[in-house]
């Protein structure tokens, strides 16, 4: 640095510009000003905002220019490479390097003053105790999980509101992000002992004394008949079939007792890493042609339980004991934790996981340390992991590879992580394994082209078979009113099979709520959400309907609004409508419901899953969360409620997406065992998605579904880019999309499909149309988004069209 000389320093804000910001730095400052480093830089009139040194120069451009206030780091905190990434990222989705920068950062390391509110975790879910405006906070956090201060402004149309938020924090309904904090919460576990002072033989003698049931009798001495003194209750009353009331004769007489033990997962695993499992020969085949391979992208394709974690443990251990780090990317962290418990067991704190629920600070820190490549080595992560700063990256396995999640949809930038992973693959030139039981077409395809490489599992570990898939016809059912409620019968006869013979039973429905409308039978008025264009769902638990996409919520009423009749009923259903009826039908199992509104609170995932573990819940009801990854030994039974609603999904996706539900949720079934089932209720059972299921052929699925993308020119074999164009003015958003689409239709022709409205055509009071844009895939990708940003630039800057906004998303799906 030349003193004297007046400096330069190009900022990345956190904004969605792509302008460059030059700001000029003090004397004072120089010293400590290193690209990559933050500083706080004045912006308008009043705000500050951190953002990161890009280029440091003599350059003075010809306006005024304002002064950095600080530098925040005593070292950089990004390389020159890891904003080369971003830089990637920003240009191919089509948004602003501050866009990926906001996205990627802790928020510990943002100075925005943006303070979050999210939901008090202690917070009793008695929703009858809330005020109308407590209530309307309450549901949207339910939706959007936090909210901005102004949000929450803006919800209740006041203009201050922080008296009210404080109070909602004395009440201990929310609490301010900044100080949530990943508490500790111990896995407890029922257990059961003698009562303290008896043994064997005066346990017996003090029974005698007392009346007693054979039941009694028969559960003391098969318990006296176990090895250990104290042994897991539910499992046990589970292993001999008892049921947990035999016990609490038992326990009134004071023979036996029960009590919790805490178990801690963490301490045992931080003390001793297991040794590696030892892999079978296929197991090792995989290993080895991974290992060895000098393709960088890798599609590990093993059939549902076939081990490919094994060996995805062997594989990390192999690169980490060369002194690199590994990304293990998974599509949601918080349904995960059997697989994060795996990686500890393995290779205990070697293990980092980056989650959005850790507290700032925990994510600020291990942040650092993958930077510099200090303490955890592998990093397990949801899709924003990979905007971590890696300095040695030798491997990255994106684990359920097929899955939507790893696609952010809001805000910019609106990316795919599996993608970014494989670019990340040739960025840092690391390995990419890409694994599944079932590919999604775009990996197939690839692998065809010959890009990618593929390595297999073909068998179940330990040659368990695959469940066996019975379709039942529920049009015909109905029909013959062979249904209870929306079970047939032949699915609550498997039920029954499979709790008798002691296993679990796992039942899937797509849906949460209790019925997802309300429906006048005489009019058919359908009540509607007022800013969106949605019928509302109905939840029982609260008596509310609500709406799903931005948190609106009201009464029910029994008659309707339209007519007044009195005869208003409930359609279709949704997980906790199925929890209700399971109950009626075996009012003695323990029932669980695993949803979006059941695991809310945290920890809740791992409660549930605990439970499910240790057989202490019998049968389990879940979306589309029950289906992912999950390993338990004792699944005898997997139901499917109703495949019509994915196979009628209107989407292009739908098939390959309900063929891979299907298979994933089967894929829970016998895992460690042969004889297992999944029973697939359908009013078209003649599928062809179906019969491709039943026979767990992928084959014939890829090759089916390719013609019909070629033919209708989707992916992969075209590329879409999707523009939403939005206003408040219904009138406005139709002329600015008409707009938009003529002016780029004037280069790409007949690409250019829309507008049109989607299927929402008003979400949150804003008006939408969209246009799709198809590209071949052999045109040049980036020569479009260039023209096509021009065309958008040119709608916003339009003076017709004040108060336009417009949604571009680059392969959206
Ligand atoms: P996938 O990830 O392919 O669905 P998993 O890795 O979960 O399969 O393996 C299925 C089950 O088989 C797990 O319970 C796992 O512990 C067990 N398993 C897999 N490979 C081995 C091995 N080499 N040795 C012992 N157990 C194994
Ligand atoms: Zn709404």
Redesign the pocket.
């Known amino acids: 640095m030349i003193f004297g000389e007046p400096t330069y320093v190009d900022v990345i804000l956190p904004l969605p510009l792509k302008l460059k910001f030059t700001y000029q730095i003090g004397e004072e400052h120089l010293a400590k000003a290193i690209q990559g480093c933050r500083v706080a830089v004045p912006f308008g009139r009043s705000k500050v905002y951190a953002g990161i040194i890009d280029s440091i120069h003599h350059t003075k451009p010809d306006y005024e220019l304002k002064f950095v206030i600080e530098v925040l780091d005593e070292s950089p905190i990004v390389s020159r490479k890891h904003i080369d990434l971003w830089q990637w990222i920003a240009d191919y989705y089509m948004c602003s390097l501050g866009e990926v920068m906001n996205a990627a950062l802790p928020s510990s390391f943002k100075l925005a003053n943006e303070t979050y509110i999210v939901i008090h975790p202690e917070w009793d879910e008695d929703t009858s105790k809330l005020n109308d405006a407590e209530y309307l906070i309450i549901e949207a956090l339910q939706l959007q999980k936090r909210l901005k201060i102004q949000e929450i402004a803006q919800i209740l149309q006041r203009k201050t509101v922080l008296p009210f938020v404080k109070k909602m924090q004395e009440l201990k309904l929310v609490e301010i992000e900044d100080e949530v904090f990943e508490r500790y919460r111990p896995k407890i576990r029922k257990m059961m002992r003698l009562s303290p002072g008896l043994n064997s033989e005066t346990a017996i003698t003090l029974l005698n004394t007392h009346r007693r049931s054979p039941k009694q009798e028969e559960f003391l001495e098969q318990f006296l008949l176990e090895p250990k003194t104290e042994v897991p209750f539910h499992q046990f009353c589970k292993r001999y079939g008892f049921k947990t009331s035999y016990s609490k004769g038992l326990v009134q007489k004071e023979i036996i007792e029960l009590y919790d033990l805490e178990v801690n997962r963490l301490e045992q695993e931080q003390m001793q890493c297991a040794p590696l ?4 020969e296929e ?1 090792q085949n995989a290993l080895q042609c991974l290992k060895t391979t000098d393709n960088k992208v890798n599609l590990f394709y ?9 060996v995805y443990i062997h594989l990390i251990k192999s690169v980490v004991d060369s002194g690199k780090q590994v990304l293990f990317l998974v599509p949601e962290i918080a349904l995960t934790t059997q697989l994060v418990s795996r990686l500890k067991h393995a290779f205990g704190d070697l293990v980092g996981v980056y989650h959005s629920r850790f507290g700032m600070n925990e994510r600020a820190e291990l942040w650092r340390d993958v930077k510099s490549n200090l303490r955890f080595p592998i990093i397990i992560g949801a899709r924003s992991s990979v905007f971590l700063p890696f300095d040695d990256l030798g491997l990255i396995i994106v684990d359920e590879e097929h899955e939507s999640s790893f696609k952010q949809q809001d805000p910019a930038p609106r990316y795919q992580a599996r993608d970014v992973a494989v670019f990340m693959g040739h960025h840092y030139n690391s390995k990419v394994v890409l694994g599944t ?1 079932t590919p999604s077409l775009e990996t197939s395809y690839n692998v065809n082209k010959g890009k990618y490489g593929l390595y297999s ?1 073909k068998q179940r ?2 040659g368990f078979s695959f469940p066996k898939i019975h379709i039942v016809d529920i049009a015909h059912a109905y029909k013959r009113k062979r249904m209870n409620g929306h079970f047939s019968e032949a699915l609550l006869m498997a039920i029954q099979d499979t709790l008798e013979r002691g296993e679990q039973v796992l039942l899937f429905q797509n849906r949460r709520g209790f019925a997802p409308q309300q429906e006048c039978q005489s009019c058919g008025y359908v009540p509607h959400c007022k800013h969106c264009d949605v019928s509302l769902t109905y939840h029982k638990s609260t008596h509310r309907l609500r709406c799903h996409y931005c948190g609106y919520a009201e009464k029910t009423s029994t008659n309707c609004k339209a007519c007044n009749n009195h005869d208003v009923k409930l359609k279709g259903f949704g997980t906790e409508k199925i929890e209700d009826e399971i109950k009626g039908f075996f009012p003695e199992q323990v029932i669980r419901r695993m949803d979006l509104d059941t695991t809310r609170k945290k920890d809740a995932y791992e409660n549930i899953l605990n439970a499910f573990e240790d057989q202490e819940i019998d049968i389990l009801v879940g979306t589309q969360m029950i289906s992912k ?1 999950l ?1 338990f ?1 004792h699944v005898g039974l997997v139901g499917v409620l109703s495949a019509d609603q994915m196979l009628n999904f209107p989407d292009f996706r739908a098939f390959e997406r309900a063929f891979q539900m299907l298979c994933q949720v089967s ?1 829970r079934a016998g ?2 065992k042969s004889e297992s089932q999944v029973v697939i209720q359908s009013f078209q059972p003649n599928h062809e998605i179906l019969k491709l299921v039943e026979s767990h052929n992928y084959k014939d699925l890829l090759k089916d579904q390719l013609v019909e993308r070629q033919a209708f020119r989707y992916p992969p074999y075209f590329r879409l880019i999707h523009i939403l164009v939005r206003h408040r003015n219904r009138l406005m958003a139709e002329q600015a999309s008409s707009f938009l689409a003529q002016a780029m239709r004037t280069v790409f022709e007949q690409r250019v499909l829309g507008p049109e409205y989607p299927a929402l055509e008003r979400l949150k009071g804003y008006y939408q149309k969209q246009i799709l844009l198809k590209v071949e895939r052999d045109l040049s990708y980036s020569d479009s988004k260039q023209k096509l940003s021009r065309f958008v630039n040119g709608l916003l800057s339009h003076d017709n069209f004040k108060g336009v906004k417009v949604r571009v998303d680059v392969d959206p799906f």
């Open positions: 499992a030892d892999l079978n197991q093993g059939v549902t339980s076939s081990g490919k974690t094994e039981a599992l570990f330990g990854g390993d030994s894929g895992r460690k």
